[in-house]
């Protein structure tokens, strides 16, 4: 279950500089993923997501690494930009229509 | 192109009166709907999902409810609003062949 704690693991970059945004999920039978990006008092946007059968996938400016050996999951931002700065969640499926979120992690952007 | 409206977009409501939070999906037709919940500084916890009218699976057992009396339509219900009902209220679609979830913008609820 969830671990007690108000305060998301924060990850700060400089602007341009590439982000690494890390993932480790439980369920080995989970055979899609998702990474969603909450700003503050919206509801998540869709990244992009990967299913099992893939280990990487790119989108414009982000890359999704998917390693299920050690059951981790990455997501890649190129080039970061201040508009980046949010909560970013990865998501899993493994019952067919419920996803699984993690706690999230905060991306700080600075100039 | 698919939108999905939400409200109202925040509430004040007292411990023991009711709830109604409606979402509304347009642009498709017979999509999966989704409710969840977030707590402050937390994930989204999946509470609701319907795959047709009339047709509700419930995720965590509470004091809330879910109704889809249209195809496009999905309440979050409560007669009697506790404290820990308070937090940020999610709506989301699927299409029925797609893992693929699209979220609204949220209703914050505060329970007083």
């Known amino acids: 279950g969830e671990s007690v704690g108000l305060h998301l693991p924060t990850l700060s970059v400089q602007e341009g500089d590439n982000s690494i945004i890390n993932c480790a999920y439980s369920?080995?039978?989970?055979?899609?993923f998702i990474w969603y990006k909450q700003e503050s008092g919206k509801g998540p946007q869709f990244i992009i997501d990967i299913r099992s059968n893939m280990d990487k996938r790119q989108g414009q400016r982000v890359t999704v690494l998917l390693n299920k050996t050690v059951k981790h999951l990455s997501l890649q931002i190129a080039a970061t930009q201040p508009g980046d700065s949010a909560v970013y969640f990865c998501a899993e499926m493994h019952s067919g229509y419920a996803l699984n979120f993690g706690k999230g992690t905060s991306l700080l952007v600075t100039p | 192109s698919q939108t999905i409206h939400q409200w109202p977009a925040t509430l004040v409501q007292p411990v023991g009166s009711p709830l109604s939070l409606e979402c509304t999906v347009e642009g498709t037709s017979n999509p999966n709907l989704y409710w969840y919940r977030q707590a402050a500084g937390r994930g989204l916890q999946l509470l609701f999902y319907?795959?047709?009218?009339?047709?509700i699976s419930s995720e965590v057992p509470q004091n809330l409810s879910a109704s889809r009396p249209q195809d496009r339509q999905f309440i979050l219900s409560s007669k009697k609003l506790l404290l820990s009902d308070s937090g940020f209220y999610l709506c989301a679609w699927s299409l029925a062949s797609s893992y693929e979830q699209y979220f609204g913008p949220g209703t914050r609820l505060t329970v007083t």
């Open positions: 369920n080995s039978a989970s055979d899609y």
């Open positions: 319907s795959v047709g009218i009339g047709q």
